[in-house]
């Protein structure tokens, strides 16, 4: 409390900001504001959130966020424990569809389609909006199986020889082909933690989605581990757009070009990642990079 | 308190936190070695119960596998079997062939002359004899005219009196073997023409009224498609309503009415499904009644709480992150169900439905509202014949006054015991079996 106080005073009185000669612009935005600064719309939007509103029953976890996500890049979602990045990152795939008393408003464009639409389809937004989970979670069947379940189920291959072509493709581009092509008929659970990961992202790439959305990937793996996930997503980024939530901010800068930052379910600004790192425009976003809480 | 470390910091005239601990150590032992004999002593307790239980049933039982046979040189006289000479079939599965038997023994005993020691002497050999003459003659018509030494049953009374089940020296009024008829015995035994044989009877008969002549098939097969009819009626209904419930029911007050009442149903005496059965099964749709039919819808009715507790505790069982992963994966909710989460739930599921097979196989009471506990001697051959199964065949043999049935109803719960260890082994099997770890 006693901070916000001193946030207060510090917008009014000229006096308190010399003592802090390391704040880029002091007066120019209230840490009180919600209003989203920074960039929004890019030239080239693969999706177009406009207004989204997210509430669990009465409790609203994201508050009228418009944002536009473009094609091919990566766009990492920072920000506090329970600011709603992971909740917004869900409503992108209706993954918070299975969330009891979940209710989203407003309009997510992907491909000029609005996904909230009554006649949209989860399955084949799924397929279009693939996602990797905090916790690998391979399903308890063989490897194969594992990379080999979407493009089944979708009907995407016809025939034996095409889908084992596909599953090593799939390996391959997760970099894990050299490490499990002797054992394939392995439990997908007999992995380690970071090949698990990377197994999770050939299944998602295995139905070659649109867009990938990535829910704090490499909080579960070691640096080793995540190393290799985050140079997995510099190639994946060659092909598509990628999304990721990260508590990591070193993270944020290694792989993202654009970068998001949220605070208490309101989107406080967007920009460039290295602007975002070096010019922070909004108090809050400058007190969360800085350290100074999150 | 002098095994307190050395560098402990001690403040003077307050003891330090070792100390206080080290005090109360010796209780907190006591009360850890007191809980510990209770539990092994529960345990110990309740395995001498069983031990008393299998060694008195067993005991008891372990003699009707055995059933005491004479050896008669039996006549095929064809003037007995045939005495118009007709050569058919009809005749000789008509003919007299409890005649061949009295013929016989009163050539062994010719002393017999009386009335009373004729009927004393007959009724050595056991009423149902006569039968398995006549099917030794009918599968093999060359028997007529030849004289052949069969071995067959003798009474209860004597079978009893082999077993060592009748006191020789009470009065003659007071036993069930009359002193001429243990003078014959003992000349039997001693020629070695009476023996105890295995009692094949026992495994391949239908009920009786004579007990050397009852055996369990007819229950067993009874029970058998009961179970059967239990099991592929209640098990789909079971885990289809548990999937629903858990999987894809909204949850709303109509939900939590029927979790509570699922719940409630499990608890609700077996005998209320008997009555339910009689009211619906038999005289509201007109089922046939003591049959096995109605038997497994009973069963199904009384089995299916069980089965959906334990399948939705075993869909809970399954981490979210697989459903997330398959929903994730934009497989439809009856794929992500289908796919994966029934299959990990699979060994929870079959382990409850196992376990409430072998309630059904063990249950006697609803079956005794809708008939099933009726005198049946046929072996039933399909699920609308009239049947019994083997908790009520125990019953109404423990309710029969001949003293061998004793044997009998201990031989019979042998019999069901075996069948729950091998269900219950099954369901450990499966469990095993069939595990993943994720």
């Known amino acids: 409390m006693s901070y916000v106080k001193e946030s207060e005073t510090s917008a009014t009185n000229p006096m308190t900001n010399q003592l802090r000669p390391d704040s880029p612009s002091p007066n120019k935005i209230d840490r009180e504001s919600r209003k989203t600064v920074g960039k929004l719309a890019i030239d080239d939007p693969r999706i177009i959130c406009k207004n989204v509103n997210v509430f669990y029953g009465e409790n609203q976890a994201i508050n009228d966020l418009s944002i536009e996500i473009g094609n091919q890049e990566v766009i990492s979602f920072i920000g506090p424990s329970g600011c709603g990045k992971s909740t917004f990152l869900r409503t992108l795939n209706r993954m918070n569809d299975t969330i009891v008393g979940c209710r989203v408003e407003g309009e997510i464009r992907i491909d000029d389609k609005n996904i909230y639409d009554k006649d949209m389809d989860v399955v084949p937004l799924r397929a279009m909006v693939g996602m990797v989970f905090q916790k690998p979670n391979p399903f ?28 090593e493709e799939s390996l391959r581009r997760a970099g894990l082909w050299d490490e499990v092509k002797d054992r394939l008929n392995e439990p997908g659970t007999s992995l380690s933690g970071g090949q698990q990961q990377r197994l999770c992202i050939a299944r ?17 793996l070691d640096p080793i581990a995540t190393a290799k996930i985050e140079q997995l997503i510099s190639e994946l980024s060659q092909q598509f757009t990628i999304v990721i939530v990260t508590h990591s901010m070193q993270q944020a800068a290694r792989v993202s070009s654009r970068t998001a930052y949220f605070h208490l379910g309101y989107l406080i600004e967007v920009g460039n990642t290295n602007d975002i790192f070096t010019h922070p425009k909004h108090p809050l976003t400058e007190d969360y990079i800085t350290g100074r809480f999150g | 308190m002098s095994s307190s470390p050395e560098n402990h910091t001690k403040v003077q005239g307050k003891l330090s936190t070792f100390d206080i601990v080290q005090k109360t150590l010796a209780k907190r032992r006591a009360d850890e070695s007191r809980f510990r004999f209770y539990g092994i002593a529960s345990i110990v307790v309740g395995l001498g119960f069983l031990l008393v239980l299998f060694a008195n049933i067993t005991g008891k039982g372990y003699s009707a596998f055995l059933q ?9 006289d064809p003037a007995v079997l045939d005495p118009e000479n007709t050569g058919n079939q009809e005749a000789l599965s008509k003919a007299d062939y409890n ?3 009295k013929i016989a023994l009163q050539k062994s005993f010719p002393e017999a002359t009386s009335r009373v020691d004729k009927k004393g002497l007959y009724s050595l050999v056991s009423s149902g004899a006569s039968y398995q003459l006549r099917n030794l003659v009918i599968n093999d018509n060359s028997l007529v005219g030849k004289t052949v030494k069969v071995w067959l049953p003798t009474s209860d ?14 009065e003659q009024g007071e036993r069930r073997v009359n002193d001429r008829q243990l003078v014959w015995i003992d000349r039997l035994v001693a020629e070695n023409r009476i023996e105890k044989q295995f009692n094949s009877a026992f495994f391949t008969a239908g009920d009786s009224r004579e007990p050397e002549l009852a055996g369990i098939r007819g229950a067993v097969i009874g029970s058998l498609f009961t179970l059967v009819g239990t099991f592929f009626l209640s098990f789909p209904i079971g885990v289809a309503t548990a999937v629903y419930l858990e999987e894809f029911a909204p949850i709303n007050k109509w939900t939590d009415l029927i979790e509570v009442n699922i719940n409630n149903l499990a608890a609700v005496p077996s005998i209320v499904f008997g009555l339910l059965g009689l009211a619906m099964f038999i005289n509201f749709f007109g089922l046939p009644r003591s049959t096995p039919i109605v038997g497994c819808l009973v069963l199904t009715l009384m089995t299916l709480p069980t089965i959906i507790i334990a399948s939705r505790a075993s869909l809970k069982s399954v981490p979210p992150s697989i459903r997330e992963a398959a929903l994730g994966m934009g497989a439809s909710p009856l794929q992500t169900v289908l796919h994966h989460v029934l299959p990990l739930a699979m060994p929870g599921m079959l382990t409850g439905a196992i376990i409430g097979m072998s309630r059904a196989l063990g249950e006697t009471a609803p079956l005794l509202m809708i008939g099933m506990v009726a005198f049946i001697v046929n072996i039933p051959s399909s699920f609308t014949e009239p049947a019994t199964v083997l908790p009520v065949q125990i019953y109404l043999w423990a309710d029969s006054p001949e003293r061998a049935f004793v044997e009998r109803t ?26 993943r770890r994720w």
């Open chain 1, 140 to 167: 308890p069947k063989s490897i194969y199986d594992n990379v080999a379940y979407g493009p089944r189920i979708h009907g995407l291959i016809t025939d034996k020889n095409e889908l084992d072509a596909l599953v």
């Open chain 1, 204 to 220: 998602t790439i295995s139905v070659n989605p649109e867009v990938i959305l990535m829910d704090e990937p490499c909080s579960a």
């Open chain 2, 99 to 101: 005649g061949l038997i």
């Open chain 2, 410 to 435: 201990s031989a019979a719960i042998m019999v069901l015991l075996v069948f729950l260890i091998l269900m219950n082994g099954l369901a450990v099997f499966l469990r095993k079996r069939y595990e």
């Open chain 2, 68 to 76: 005491t046979q004479i050896e008669l040189e039996i006549n095929f």
């Open chain 2, 157 to 170: 009374d004597i079978d009893m009196l082999l077993k060592g089940n009748v006191d020789r020296n009470v």
